[in-house]
């Protein structure tokens, strides 16, 4: 058979189309995340992404308390408003959402402008006053909402150094979330095997980390993942309700 250039051309672009990886997967491969087993069967992870890009039924923010001489906007959390043509600042500064600690915000994202199916942004209070306490707190609240909304995955993103502040360690920040969500989902699941609760169960929880604290990260959310799997394990196994209600008259 006689090869013309014309032959040869279509030859090696059909090469270089077969060896070429599928997007998808390319993705993927350049994207670091790490598991982890937990003993109540909801997989967690840890994903070097940011929450404008990452594929989740619900991305829950943390948003610090508006400050009137100015909200700080850095990296992950600029480009979050940004993408979303100003729709976080715009809520913050006209004081419709100030960002109290526990105050929380459900809404669906512009079209064509980020990834996630739907944002909850979380309230964690004037900066000064910031502690790992209130971030269980958040944690706690972050799982509730997402049980009572029937979220099957959530992805979570702190994004406090993205607001300019650094008081608390990126990875302790992260643990102490984690701990209460597998506390309080644990809470949840007793409830539905009693008959308390309507029948649900997560299926993915996502923590994300920027480069430099995505190591970290991991390292002390595993660390509180086995801690938290022995406080289960103590935990006491009687029914909540010790009797039968009483009988409508």
């Known amino acids: 058979m006689r090869f013309t250039l014309k032959n040869e051309l279509f030859a090696l672009g059909l090469l270089l189309l077969l060896c ?3 997007p998808g997967l390319a993705q ?3 994207t670091p995340e ?3 087993e937990t003993p109540l069967g909801l997989a967690v992870s840890v994903k070097q992404i940011g929450p404008v890009t990452q594929t989740t039924d619900l991305q829950i923010i943390c948003v610090l308390k508006h ?3 100015g909200d700080q906007y850095i990296e992950a959390m600029q480009d979050f408003n940004d993408k979303q043509g100003g729709l976080l600042s715009s809520l913050r500064e006209r ?3 100030v960002g109290e600690l526990g105050e929380t915000l459900l809404y669906t994202p512009p079209p064509r402008s980020i990834t996630p199916k739907r944002v909850l942004l979380i309230g964690v ?3 000064k006053e910031l502690s790992v306490d209130k971030l269980r707190l958040v944690g706690r609240i972050a799982l509730r909402e997402a049980v009572r909304l029937g979220t099957k995955n959530v992805s979570f993103a702190p994004t406090l150094r993205d607001q300019g502040s650094s008081v608390i360690d990126v990875g302790e920040g992260d643990a102490a979330v984690v701990e209460q969500v597998l506390l309080a989902y644990d809470t949840e699941k007793r409830l539905q095997q009693q ?3 309507p029948r649900f169960s997560l299926s993915s929880w996502v923590i ?3 480069p430099k604290y995505f190591d970290g990260v991991v390292t002390q959310v595993g660390e509180a993942i086995q801690a938290t799997s022995k406080q289960l394990a103590q935990r006491e196994s009687k029914p909540y309700v010790n009797a039968k209600p009483a009988a409508p008259k």
């Open 195 to 197: 008959g308390l609760a």
């Open 67 to 69: 400050d009137p001489a």
């Open 28 to 30: 993927n491969a350049k």
């Open 208 to 210: 994300e980390a920027g």
């Open 34 to 36: 790490k598991k982890f």
């Open 95 to 97: 004081g419709e959402f």
């Open 20 to 22: 070429a990886p599928l």
């Open 125 to 127: 209070g004037d900066a």
